[in-house]
């Protein structure tokens, strides 16, 4: 990992065109042999569809039971999730972070989406 990862906060991760609908856990970020990871942002950006009916998705070791549903414009909108003064757990080495769609969107839509942090 360069300097950067772990001087300053950085893309982590980008995972694109994860799904949306189904219900289950997508992958966005594994964190690296022998460091720590902290998140402290994630974008939830280019649509594929309108995410109505996508009310409840979980971030690992994060932020839980997130709703989506105002990202209705496909191709444009997006969102940007950050820690808001909570606390969190950190990711231990290998651990995946990951979204879990809970209740997602009504009809069939992928999203593309980033991680940011920084690695110990």
Known sequence: MSALNENALTL???ATGV?????????????P???VAYITHVVIRNPSASMVGGSDYDF?????????????TLGTDYIVLDS??????ELAAETDFQITVNT????ACTA???VFGFLV
């Open 12 to 14: 982590l991760g980008r």
């Open 19 to 31: 799904d949306m609908k189904t219900a289950q856990a997508n992958d966005l970020f594994t964190v």
């Open 33 to 35: 042999v022998g460091k």
């Open 60 to 72: 690992t070791n994060w932020k839980q039971t997130v709703s989506l549903v105002t990202l209705t």
């Open 84 to 89: 808001e003064n909570t606390k969190y757990t």
């Open 104 to 107: 997602g969107t009504t009809a």
């Open 112 to 114: 593309d989406i980033d």
